[in-house]
């Protein structure tokens, strides 16, 4: 009886590894039906956000604040931290400051927008909007105001940097006139309906060590805070809690706060509450020399969030952006000191985003979710060394990998349709165990009046390159009879700097013409010409080769 109980455990485990292998190894095919509508292609990877705000209006800073707009058919939004932070405006990593606010001899407040403004106006210039952080703490209100300002670098103890911004106000009062002036002043510089199309939130991950007080002070300075934006402008919208880690009894303490806490300004019940944030992280590990990713971790807590917002009746409905959603959780940490970083200079950065970007459509579908955004905490770092690993979209001014995929978003508008393929994950399997078995070769795909996109990615968490795969696409539907195909690319020969700078021999003073090559090299590239294509049904089938970690993008367009 063991011997065949035993025997029947080998059978099994052997159909499971033929099963696998043959699925790994079929030809994969993605179908494509534009005539079956999911939901709206609602541009949730239209927001990016940063640490240190005063990259913004330095020169690399404006040169991608400026492509970020262009290629998005609506206005892009932008989070950063340290907007009330004391200081000179010096930049350094993991840091910035304003000095928005001091005080006089007497204690009376004082205030400067010019730095802020300069942050701000960089912004609207370029049609953009900002989701404008309420925080840190100024160093004539902080509780604890010393040590203020950390010197951190790439490789040192991480919890270094909460130092006297991190602290609660000694008058909450004061912080709340602060909010009201600045929200009074935002007001008269860009007007009533600019400011009204905002969103605001409190601090940065109050659920650790960002914020040094208790969450009832928390709770506390942000009624304070709701109430001095709501004097100066009762149409703003603000929310929270931005918390991080898995911070979903700490979302669920504050939004009951909102809704049934007595209010520390009015004493009533309840405080404002427009829009829900939380974060959501990956974490890669490094396996054997090999990067290897976990888009599981990074879902399931997008997942966990969904789902206690979906619980709640009365915020169900609410707008819901994931303040920062990325592979893992330190911008600044770069692959020299953090070999688990090494991912995002290439394609995998690219392809780990298109796939994960996907789910965050199906997880806002299963859940009713009002998914509005993604912020993707990925900027740039200004006179950093070349391609040095930072989480970032471009480096020195040389557009990277991973931006091109943000810029086939762009070209998706409308509705979301049906995508099927027999080597594409569903979102059970990925939220059980990721992707570490075959490889995931999936679609996403966008219908709208006059053009369609179809986004393909062949991707693995573990970062090795592999051979380009062929593909068979089939796209149904199509309203017009006569249209036409461009094929979008993002691999080792396309859409791909990192490659080029590599082959310079990774040059770190590029002389003039090698960086106008590597700028050239950064921008989307296609794959061929645009052909013209006439078909019979309405119907189009096409086959394609896609590397392990590339992107295509199939644009079609027709009258």
């Known amino acids: 009886m063991i011997r065949l109980k035993f025997s029947l455990v080998l059978s099994i485990a052997a159909v499971l590894s033929i099963n696998t292998y043959a699925q790994q190894n079929a030809k994969a095919t993605i179908k494509v039906d534009l005539a079956k509508e999911k939901g709206d292609m609602t541009p949730i990877w239209a927001w990016f956000g940063y640490d240190e705000p005063n990259y913004t209006y330095m020169k690399d800073g404006k040169k991608l604040l400026t492509e970020l707009s262009e290629m998005s058919p609506v206005p892009v939004f932008v989070r950063t931290h340290s907007l009330l932070s004391s200081g000179d405006g010096t930049p350094a990593l993991k840091w910035g400051s304003t000095n928005a606010y001091t005080e006089d001899a007497n204690g009376n407040p004082v205030y400067n927008w010019k730095i802020v403004d300069s942050i701000f106006d960089t912004y609207i210039q370029r049609k953009m909007k900002p989701l404008v952080q309420i925080g840190f703490m100024p160093e004539a209100l902080s509780t604890k105001p010393q040590p203020y300002k950390h010197n951190w670098k790439p490789g040192d103890p991480y919890n270094t940097i909460y130092t006297g911004w991190a602290y609660p106000p000694k008058d909450y009062v004061k912080f709340g006139n602060l909010v009201y ?79 049934t806490g007595t209010n520390y300004v009015t004493g009533k019940v309840g405080s404002p509450l427009d829009v829900i944030l939380f974060h959501a992280k990956g974490s890669p590990q490094l396996v054997n020399g090999i990067v290897r990713m976990d888009v599981r971790r990074q879902l ?222 950064g921008q989307l590239k296609t794959l061929g010409k645009t052909q013209k294509v006439k078909t019979k049904t309405g119907n189009y089938q096409l086959s394609i080769a896609l590397p392990r970690q590339g992107v295509s993008l199939l644009k079609i367009d027709w009258k």
């Not at 304070?224 to 934006?229: F, M, N």
Request: aromatic content about 12%; overall charge neutral; proline content about 4%.
């Open 181 to 259: 002036e600045w929200a009074k002043h935002s007001i008269e510089r860009y007007g009533k309906a600019e400011v009204e199309s905002w969103y605001w939130e409190l601090w940065n991950e109050a659920n650790q060590a960002y914020w040094k007080g208790t969450q009832e002070e928390f709770f506390k300075l942000y009624d304070y805070s709701a109430d001095g934006l709501r004097r100066a402008l009762p149409t703003a919208k603000i929310g929270g809690a931005n918390g991080t880690g898995g911070g979903m009894k700490f979302l669920g303490a504050f939004i009951k706060h909102c809704l």
């Open 300 to 521: 399931k807590n997008i997942e966990d969030h969904l789902k206690l917002v979906a619980s709640i009746p009365e915020v169900k409905n609410l707008p819901v952006i994931i303040g920062e959603s990325d592979p893992e959780g330190c911008a600044a940490c770069g692959m020299a000191t953090d070999p688990k970083n090494a991912y995002r200079n290439g394609t995998m950065f690219s392809s780990y985003t298109a796939a994960s970007f996907a789910r965050k459509y199906d997880l806002a579908d299963k859940y009713g979710s009002n998914l509005i955004g993604a912020v993707s905490w990925s900027f740039e770092f200004e006179d950093q060394p070349w391609f040095y690993g930072f989480r970032d979209l471009a480096t020195n001014g040389v557009d990277k990998p991973v931006l091109n995929v943000f810029r086939m978003f762009g070209k998706m508008t409308g509705k979301r349709v049906e995508v099927t393929g027999n080597r594409m994950y569903d979102l059970k399997s990925v939220l059980d165990s990721s992707i570490r078995k075959h490889t995931d070769i999936g679609g996403l795909a966008s219908n709208d009046k006059n053009t369609a996109a179809v986004m393909i990615w062949n991707y693995h968490d573990d970062d090795k390159q592999g051979a380009a795969e062929p593909i068979e696409v089939t796209i149904a539907n199509i309203p017009s009879k006569k249209f036409t195909l461009t094929h979008y690319r993002i691999d080792d020969k396309h859409s791909n700097s990192y490659e080029l700078w590599k082959k310079m021999g990774s040059p770190q003073n590029p002389n003039k013409a090698e960086i106008t090559a590597l700028e050239e090299a």
